[in-house]
């Protein structure tokens, strides 16, 4: 996995060109391309490095292989009322993601609230992409993947969850507030970063070969026996997300996931449910309580431990107003790599 | 808080026909005061000693101190297509929830998704019971609600957070799987059960006075500083929980419940939504993907950690079979207290 050690910066319109200029090689025409570049590049703006620039490359390898079908298009399986159920067609993964996020909104305009179950899809690279979409148009979003397995389940060694990202978005005029969790304590990425950096973990993230919970992460990424969160909490959570994510869409769950040769999500199951709180207290009311809840946190006396206070999203709110002012960092490496497809 | 010593075990016709006498007595009507007897019975059946027997002397005095109001029923304020909205008039938390989540099952016939927001209810007591009621009658659910604060978040040392509950349940015919998840690692009844019996926590919970991180439940008890689950990831979705539950009933979020005289979710906002599967891949599908999936996470081999491999609600599952051959275990005090009413 390409990790970015930030070596160099490069601007939004730069970056997106060059990602624009992959896409269309990879046979993604014009339109497409154009919203795949933006959305890549919008994760590294702001500050999901590992699900922006970091993947485009092994997109572009993932379509040569075969994996993800660029002309694919999705296709309408079933609908009945608020409910509707696409088949991904192992199109790409952001372009499945966008169009099920605007049928959800589309049912949620007509219903209040609307559930679109999409199987047989790609990687949608950055979740949190979907909740901020939705949720700068207005709505409140609720969405999770499922992914093969990466992680023991609790009283486990052996991977048998997927690492499922789960999203919650809500709308204010400030912007929206978004929270895009995975169900690791930490993510293989920040293991090959610390690692690299010959750091430990702030946290013990799970354990060793030989059973032991430790802050290691070249001990994790060598067990591969990654801590949930929560412990056994988090285990519980990745099994209800994988079996939801396939029973609302008629798809697969991780362990049909295992079984397909080519890895990394395909074939995963993602849900997405919208909801118009217009329909409700208004969009007004959901900024009032964002308004609220966040000076309600920050008025706190801070930790001895450090960490900020903040509420979902701000990290991310930071990093895209300095990534942008400054250029967005890259990995060197990386950065080259994209620019020599 | 009364916390169980498991000291005796009654029947559950004895347990039931006791809590009945006490509702009764709380000023509830004949049928109400069956259904509430039922649910807390149930909870401390299944194992969920804190929220059953442990839960019925601390009701009759709320309802004493006029917190709840047995009399009250809930009133429709908004219905949009799949969504509505009911004031619980801080009638009986169980009856509330268990209504929200009828009329949910409602909504989910009719549009496949049914999205009820109930604000200005009281304390639901096990949030599971609705993800399980929900569950045998063949619906996914996916239930939350807010509390007022009671844990701090990331980086701050005050509470400023509420300890959410978050339920996901899913039907199959071996019995439904739920998810009842609330947002800090420990919870203070299992804080007191340890630091009674003399023992530390398995895993450190939370920060002492002076912001260390200790496994010692005094510690904790004292300094309130409890750790969410997954640390900064815990305390965003208690956060992104809150605030959904209050902008989705058009109800009051922590910040405003902290200000409520009567404390323990009185006023709080719970969501319910609701999804009949049978619209999607049908029932035998959820049931399908579920023995799939347990039959997947139980093929790992052990940890050296110990820890059983459980689906969500397995744990629930054998406490009930136990519970029903040897009666529920109860403290001692806890129903002599109760039998005093």
Known sequence: MEVPKIDIRISYDTMKGEFKRVFLKCGMDLEKSEVCAKIHTESSLDGVYSHGANRVARFFNFVQK????????????????????????????ILNALFATDRGIALAEKHGIGLVGLKNTTHWMRGGTYGKYAAEKGYV?????????????????????????????????????????????????????TGLAGKKLPFPGGWDKEGNLTDDPRALSESLRLLPIGYWKGSSFSFMLDILAAILSDGLCAAELDNIE??????????????????????????????????????????????????????????????LKNGIPVDEGVWERICGL
């Open 66 to 93: 075969g994996w993800v079908d660029v002309k694919a298009e999705p296709s309408l399986e079933k609908s009945f009322g608020a409910v509707e159920v696409w088949n991904g067609n192992r199109g790409p993964g």
């Open 262 to 323: 080519s890895g990394n999500c395909t074939g995963c199951s993602q849900i997405f449910i919208l909801i118009d709180p217009e329909k409700i207290g208004g969009r007004e009311y959901s900024g009032k309580v964002i308004r609220i809840a966040k000076e309600h946190i920050k008025s706190s006396a801070p930790a001895e431990h450090g960490g900020r206070i903040q509420y979902p999203g701000e990290g991310s709110a930071r990093s895209r107003a300095d990534n």
């Open 141 to 193: 979003a609720v969405c999770w993947t499922n992914t093969e397995s990466v992680m023991p389940p609790w009283g486990g060694r052996e991977v048998r969850l997927g690492n499922n990202p789960f999203v919650m978005a809500a709308p204010s005029e400030e912007g929206p507030v978004i929270l895009d969790m995975a169900m690791s304590l930490y993510s293989y990425g920040k293991l090959q970063v």
